[in-house]
Antibody
Framework: QLQLQESGSGLVRPSQTLFLTCTVSGGSITSGGYSWNWIRQRPGMAPEGVGSIFDTGATTYNPSLKSRVNISVDRSKNQLFLQVTSMTAADTAVYYC?????????????WGHGTMVSVSS | QSVLTQPPSVSGAPGQTVTISCTGTSSNIGTRSDVHWYQQLPGTAPKLLIYGNNNRPSGVPDRFSGSKSGTSASLTITGLQPEDEADYYCQSHDWNLRVGVFGGGTTLTVL
């Protein structure tokens, strides 16, 4: 059974860079033509897509974050990565990684438990 | 303010039927973009409930159904059960914004 687990810095100083890792177990990140995604949810708010990476290696990012976000994968380690630069308090959120279905890449069928990221000095 | 509009809350008694609406525009739901629905219990990650407008992933009870018409979509839950009490979100792709967008969410209360 495929499982996703986020890990990384839970507290980030303003203007610093966030690094998160999503480790995929129970299956390969390279199989099946799935998309791999980062979604965040600010306290009390709806989820918000951060960005996606597809089996081709192509990436898409939320335009509101595009200049600050980078998503990559290490296929040998079965891991997905998120980097967000110039963090501010507005970036405080639970960050999730999720798998997108093959024919409907925006339908996220498997999610990690999420990791809380706080931006504070 | 979310691109997709949902009622903040709905409620129903056990056994009843409730419908949650999701209103979009001609740049998202009104296009060929699919609508997906998620259920989120407190303190947990969202769970995919409906994908591709009206399809249920394996394991989702057939009490949950989805539909799409014009610039709107709906999630219908029949035979309400106490464990259905949760937040529900719709999601679609917006071609103007060039990003997937979520609705603001609807809190379902089972009376």
């Amino acid at each position: 059974q495929l499982q996703l687990q986020e890990s990384g810095s839970g507290l980030v100083r303003p203007s610093q860079t966030l690094f998160l890792t999503c480790t995929v177990s129970g299956g390969s990140i390279t199989s099946g033509g799935y998309s791999w995604n980062w979604i965040r949810q600010r306290p009390g708010m709806a989820p918000e897509g951060v960005g996606s990476i597809f089996d081709t290696g192509a990436t898409t990012y939320n335009p509101s974050l595009k200049s600050r976000v980078n998503i990559s994968v290490d296929r040998s380690k079965n891991q997905l990565f998120l980097q967000v630069t110039s963090m501010t308090a507005a970036d405080t959120a639970v960050y999730y990684c999720a798998r997108g279905m093959t024919l409907t890449p925006l339908a996220f069928d498997i999610w990690g438990h999420g990791t809380m990221v706080s931006v504070s000095s | 303010q979310s691109v997709l509009t949902q009622p903040p809350s709905v409620s129903g008694a056990p056994g009843q039927t409730v419908t949650i609406s999701c209103t979009g525009t001609s740049s998202n739901i009104g296009t060929r973009s699919d609508v997906h629905w998620y259920q989120q219990l407190p303190g947990t990650a969202p769970k995919l409930l409906i994908y591709g407008n009206n399809n249920r992933p394996s394991g989702v009870p057939d009490r949950f159904s989805g539909s799409k018409s014009g610039t709107s979509a709906s999630l219908t839950i029949t035979g309400l059960q106490p464990e259905d009490e949760a937040d529900y979100y719709c999601q679609s792709h917006d071609w103007n914004l060039r990003v997937g967008v979520f609705g603001g969410g609807t809190t379902l209360t089972v009376l």
